[in-house]
């Protein structure tokens, strides 16, 4: 499969705990986005790399959040002390040459208890 | 403030017919347009795109229609089969694309009918 692919898929946890997801893009591929998906919105957009650099971050994306890529590959999203209005669909993509044409994963739904 | 548009929360069409789905936008610095598909509990699916200096874009049974200075872009599914039935999402980016990410719609459901 050379998709976009993200684990874990789903994620319940506890209000005030700490989770990462993990985003493997499509390999050719040196621009990664992440977006967050609500109930009856589309997904909007909290942060994006270009290889290993993070160039541009959403105001949706707060202090709890951190986002990495480390070698420019693959990408990990971390949430620090949970809300409940965490619980979202948290969306992976990527891109190569043309920036606007963005593949997404399936995505890691997270439910915040 | 939504800066890009569907109105259209759902749209029933009956199949082999034409479904045709409305996004408008209200950024002028947008220069590029995308219509995305999802099924549940999948991520979005890349259909169409088209740039502002162009005012159509085909690809199969899928034409999307800009018109700039309305601020308009639609999606025409020509004929509408049973597996069209999702949720489409148009999306819209600046000119140079990347760093900004995209702005979607909330997305339209377009149930096909057999």
């Known amino acids: 499969d050379t998709g976009v692919s993200q684990n874990p898929r789903h994620k319940i946890t506890k209000r005030g705990q700490n989770v990462t997801f993990r985003c493997d893009p499509i390999?050719?591929?040196?621009?990664l986005y992440w977006y967050r998906q609500t109930l009856g919105q589309g997904p909007e957009f909290l942060t994006y790399f270009q290889n290993e650099a993070q160039l541009e971050k959403s105001r949706l994306l707060s202090d709890r959040f951190s986002a990495e890529r480390p070698k420019g590959s693959f990408s990990t999203l971390e949430i620090q002390r949970t809300e409940q209005g965490d619980s979202a669909m948290y969306l992976c993509?990527?891109?190569?040459?043309?920036?606007?044409?963005?593949?997404f994963g399936p995505g890691t739904r997270l439910t915040v208890l | 403030d939504q800066q890009v548009k569907q109105n259209s929360p759902s749209l029933s069409v009956q199949e082999g017919r034409i479904s045709i789905l409305n996004c408008d936008y209200t950024?002028?610095?947008?220069?590029?347009f995308l219509w995305y598909k999802k099924y549940p509990a999948e991520g979005p699916t890349f259909l169409i795109s088209?740039?502002?200096?162009?005012d159509k874009n085909e690809d199969g049974r899928f034409t999307v229609f800009l018109n700039k200075s309305a601020k308009h872009l639609s999606l025409h599914i020509v004929p509408s089969q049973p597996g069209d039935s999702a949720v489409y999402f148009c999306a819209a980016s600046p000119a140079g694309g990347g760093a900004d990410g995209l702005t979607f719609g909330k997305g339209t459901h377009l149930i096909i009918q057999p």
């Open positions: 950024n002028s610095m947008f220069d590029y």
């Open positions: 088209i740039s502002s200096i162009k």
């Open positions: 390999s050719e591929h040196n621009r």
């Open positions: 993509a990527s891109s190569f040459w043309i920036p606007n044409e963005q593949f």
